[in-house]
């Protein structure tokens, strides 16, 4: 007794193994594709599609009895993920039945932080029970998994990010689940041979991991080579003289074979002397920042261009630091000396990727730091003495010993110059000499058509701002960004030259570059900026209505994630009488500048490694469906509507094609519909037999069909050469007939 009950579980976990695979593998597909939307959904939406999925594949295996049982168990645990995740918190009810209205603003109330989880969550159950109940056959999971694979790839081609890994697990899912089908009718129609192979697992089961493996392993380690063919849209777009981004990964090999391959992701850069080459977008997070306006993340400033690459100048090196920075502290800046309207900009960092970085970020210029750690209240005890401001770089410096971990979390105070277009206007050329002499320097390598282009796009230009917002303009409008410019073009040993008259195509190093060289060729003090774009608020990637007036700050205040694909480089300018103002000359990148008080601010547009769709604000608090949800809902239910409704789809197509043949005509149609099925099958027909000689030898072969094949035969012939008339019914029949040796064939 005690044996019988110990086997209960493992008979239950092997009765319908092939339902229970199903589901396991319904929910690996679509875990893959939902992980596409990464960009695109909060991190609490992921956990509950994560928790659905796995508490759907628990309660498929786990939880015998009727089917609705499950079901209303799935239901249940979706309900109590999506307010696990969602921020739910029970409200009172009313004091009173009556009247009716406090009930429903409770309901209401108790409801609203479910939105738009709810939304999201149930759909998607709905589509894994769809995929695990009704993808059985082969056609059917061919159809899930190739639909899963062509969209990831899609994606793949036409975004910035890259899929192999849920294309990779996709298609191995595929495979998996063809061999399980394949496997499963088997069973079904060889119970005996079945029962006698599972005596023998390891004999059963070891061609099926063999084959599995070598697939896999075929991809993983090809050699690496560039596509001999191209897409449609690469060669029309090349064929425009335009370039299209690869994402490939590590399988890209460098455009020139002179060139070393350059495989970096992109990051903050650790050594700026050797620009140029290519990256891929890496989406990883690097910190949240908690901000009252929207801006870019400051970090270091470079002063001396080598023709490669960018480097500190000798007094930059030996620049005065100030230490002994205490929380809430003034510091020191070129702002102290200048009449210039700024505004107040309050920034928290929390870091989430643990790599240490040289300097603190922060929005323009530093004036104070608030507190480094976890919490505001500790009043800023933790700030390093070692901490130190240079105030003619505007760089916060960390300490580089290993005894001082950098900050997770750190809060600091930016001044944030408003741009005044008609004050820049009026700033008088630079004089200083000094200043002339460290932002101004330009190497031999500049060649004689920079200097050129610098001239003739100035040129008419009456104010330094005007000079500088035409090198600006032009540098946006005239390159294609890309993050894998074709290096195959470069013959300059000047990075800046081949980039505008070579290569002509790049990304935020390339443009930022070109624009201090020729800002510097025209005599202006420029130098070069790097540290992150804004980076992307819940908000911008949230395509649903019904948000509620006011819930986009005008400013862009929120709270920012950062990614290394945000990484990014720009120039800093500087105009007598205003200092160093910030321009971007990256095309598809806009600088959120402060604007003043009378003029409204408009919310920039984002660059294409981190694109910010910015929702337009409702007119009403109403209740919404997102359209991209209410689409996909009703696209699953029409395809649920027509798996249900197939058969007597079938019938009304097979009468509108057959309805007009007599029970003969559809009992000779159906006979040759069989040879030929026979055919594929390696049951040969010569041309000099007649059909009776070749159901006759393909009795031979098969024994098992011969009574099958027999019966037939004799019905075609009556068919084909009596003069006797079959009823549509006799056709039924044979046509029932037909079906069963397809099937056992």
């Known amino acids: 007794m005690g044996d019988n009950r110990g086997s209960r579980p493992l008979k239950y976990l092997a009765s319908n193994w092939y339902g229970k695979l199903a589901f396991l593998f319904s929910a690996v597909l679509l875990w893959q594709w939902f992980d596409s939307l990464e960009n695109y959904w909060w991190p609490q939406t992921f956990a509950i599609v994560h928790g659905l999925l796995i508490a759907g594949v628990a309660i498929e295996w786990l939880v015998p009895g009727p089917r609705w049982i499950r ?55 709905l589509l894994y029970l769809f995929a695990g109940y009704f993808c059985r056959t082969r056609y059917q999971v061919i159809f899930l998994a190739g639909a899963s694979v062509f969209s990831l790839s899609i994606l793949d081609s036409f975004t910035e990010i890259y899929f192999w890994d849920e294309v990779a697990w996709s298609v191995f899912v595929a495979l998996a689940w063809l061999a399980a089908e394949h496997f499963h009718r088997f069973q079904q129609k060889h119970p005996e041979t079945w029962s006698h192979m599972l005596q023998y697992p390891v004999s059963f089961a070891f061609p099926v991991v063999l084959v599995l493996a070598v697939v896999m392993a075929s991809g993983l380690f090809v050699p690496n080579i560039r596509p001999i063919l191209k897409d449609p849209y690469t060669i029309w777009m090349e ?36 620009l140029g080459g290519g990256f891929q977008f890496d989406y990883s997070e690097v910190m949240t920042v908690s901000t009252n306006r929207r801006s870019y993340w400051r970090g270091e400033t470079k002063s001396v261009y080598t023709g490669t690459g960018w480097d500190e100048s000798a007094a930059e090196r030996r620049e005065q630091a100030i230490s002994g920075i205490a929380p809430e502290m003034a510091l020191p ?18 870091m989430i990727r643990k790599d240490p970085y040289p300097v603190l970020f922060g929005a323009a210029t530093i004036r104070s730091v608030r507190a480094i750690g976890a919490a505001e209240a500790d009043n800023g005890s933790s700030v390093p003495p070692s901490l130190a401001w240079l105030q ?144 992307i608020l819940p908000l911008d990637t949230f395509n649903g209505g019904g948000m509620p007036q006011g819930a986009v700050d005008p400013n862009g205040g929120g709270t920012y994630t950062v990614r290394n694909a945000d990484a990014h480089s720009w120039v800093e300018v500087y105009f007598d009488g205003y200092g160093w103002m910030p321009f971007e000359p990256t095309a598809g990148f806009s600088y959120p500048y402060s604007a003043p008080e009378e003029a409204p601010a408009a919310v920039p547009e984002q660059a294409p490694e981190a694109a910010e769709p910015a929702p337009a604000a409702a007119e009403k608090d109403v209740f919404s469906i997102p359209l991209g949800w209410s689409i996909g809902t009703l696209v699953a239910l029409l395809a649920i509507a ?55 030898r393909w009795a031979d072969v098969r024994r098992s069909l011969r009574e099958d094949f027999i019966q037939v035969l004799n019905v075609f012939e009556r068919a084909k050469y009596s003069s006797a008339q079959a009823s549509p019914d006799e056709a039924e029949r044979l046509a029932d007939k037909i079906k069963t040796i397809r099937e056992r064939l």
């Open 642 to 696: 027509a798996y249900f409704t197939r058969n007597a789809a079938a019938g009304i197509w097979h009468k509108l094609r057959f309805g007009t043949l007599s029970g003969n005509q559809l009992i000779v149609l159906e006979t040759e519909k069989l040879i030929r099925y026979c055919r594929k099958r390696g049951l040969e027909r010569f041309e000099h037999e007649t059909l009776r000689e070749s159901v006759h």
């Open 333 to 350: 800046s070129v702002l102290d000396d200048i009449d210039v309207e700024t505004e107040e900009v309050r920034q928290t960092f929390t």
């Open 239 to 274: 064929s425009r003289g335009q370039s299209v981004p690869s994402f490939v990964g590590d399988k890209l090999e460098s455009a020139s074979a002179g060139q070393p391959a350059r495989d970096s992701r992109s990051g903050y850069s650790r050594d700026d002397g050797q």
């Open 71 to 125: 079901l209303a168990l799935h239901g249940l645990a979706t309900l109590a993920i999506t307010i696990r995740q969602s921020g739910f918190v029970w409200v009172d009810t009313p004091d009173k039945l009556r009247p009716l209205q406090p009930w429903g603003d409770w309901f209401a109330a108790l409801v609203s932080p479910l939105d738009p989880y709810i939304w999201i969550s149930f759909p998607v159950l």
């Open 392 to 535: 003619e770089s505007g760089e916060l410096r960390w300490p580089r010993s290993g005894r001082t971990p950098y900050p997770e979390v750190y809060s600091v105070v930016s001044e944030v110059p408003v741009l005044d277009e008609a004050k820049l206007r009026q700033s008088k050329p630079v004089t200083d000499e000094a200043l002339l002499a460290a932002y101004t320097q330009l190497p031999d390598s500049v060649t004689p058509r920079v200097r050129e282009l610098a001239k003739k796009l100035t040129s008419g230009q009456t104010t330094e701002y005007d000079k500088v917002k035409a090198i600006e303009t032009y540098l946006q409008q005239n390159f294609p960004y890309t993050n894998t410019p074709d290096l195959s073009k470069k013959k300059s040993v000047d990075f800046v030259d081949s980039f505008l008259f070579e290569i002509k195509e790049g990304y935020c190093d390339y443009y930022s570059t070109a624009m201090a060289v020729l800002t510097r060729a025209s005599g202006i003090p420029t130098r070069w900026v790097k540290g992150f774009a804004p980076g």
